[in-house]
Nanobody
Framework: VQLVESGGGFVQAGGSLRLSCTTS?????MAWYRQAPGKQRELVAA????????KYEDSVKGRFTISRDNAKNTIYLQMNDLKPNDTAVYYC???????WGQGTQVTVSS
């Protein structure tokens, strides 16, 4: 499965971005991860194959929303009220996928 993330950018604190992850084929459960400079990659949000179940890392609850469009093989991450601590490279990934995409950079200024 090939993964292509997009939608990142530079925003001021309080702003919004919508990330997209397009996969080369259908996938099962998927998740968004992020990695800030000097830190380990962490899980941000996850969604089941049928969108029935979602989960979020505590610091993004109420601000981020994960969703997917299986007809388009695309997973989204709507990010609102962005904070400087959200600055990171964001990746999507899922169980059984052997490689990672290039990620998309999100930079939030204070």
């Amino acid at each position: 499965v090939q993964l292509v993330e997009s939608g990142g950018g530079f925003v001021q604190a309080g702003g919004s971005l919508r990330l997209s992850c397009t996969t080369s084929e259908s996938t099962d459960a998927m998740a968004w991860y992020r990695q800030a400079p000097g830190k380990q990659r962490e899980l941000v949000a996850a969604i089941s194959s049928g969108s029935r179940v979602t989960k979020y890392e505590d610091s993004v609850k109420g601000r981020f929303t994960i969703s997917r469009d299986n007809a388009k093989n695309t997973i989204y991450l709507q990010m609102n009220d962005l904070k400087p601590n959200d600055t990171a490279v964001y990746y999507c990934h899922g169980p059984g996928i052997s490689s990672w995409g290039q990620g998309t950079q999100v930079t939030v200024s204070s």
